[in-house]
């Protein structure tokens, strides 16, 4: 019962090509992100910074590298669910509401790899050399 439910969907998608074009450029760009944070991110001693706050005393909140693979994770996630989310909003709403939702979720992706950049890019340039 649950595979006719997913073959009907991904049926349906192909039927819409905009939707099927958007979910795709949403895959690859989170497939590109996972590729540049693994590519980026190399082993160290010292504590990386992992996020910035205005609020507080502390602005940089440090932690271990491998945390920043975690971000790749979070886009992974937010690409797949996007993706059918998105697939099921054509479904069940129509076409504007789907479209919307896949946008947001490529809208997020990028939000997510300029903020990845940053903290990589504060890390290894900025504060290694402090």
């Known amino acids: 019962m649950l595979s006719n439910t997913i073959k009907q969907s991904f049926k349906e998608l192909i039927t819409n090509r905009y939707l099927t074009v958007l979910s795709v450029i949403t895959i690859f760009l989170a497939l590109a992100f996972v ?3 693994l ?3 190399h082993s160290s001693e010292l504590q990386l910074v992992t996020h910035y706050s205005a609020y507080g ?3 940089f909140y440090r932690d271990q590298w491998y945390y920043l ?3 790749g994770g979070f886009v992974v996630l937010a690409a797949f669910l996007h993706v ?3 697939i099921k909003l054509y479904i069940t709403k129509g076409h504007p509401l789907a479209i919307m939702f896949a946008w947001m979720g490529i809208g997020i992706i990028i939000f997510a790899w300029v903020a990845t ?3 990589i890019y504060l890390n290894y340039n900025v504060l290694s050399s402090v």
Do not use: D, K
């Open 57 to 59: 005393v502390r602005h």
């Open 117 to 119: 950049f940053w903290l």
């Open 84 to 86: 059918t989310i998105a």
């Open 69 to 71: 693979f975690s971000f």
């Open 35 to 37: 590729t540049y944070v």
């Open 39 to 41: 590519l980026s991110v």
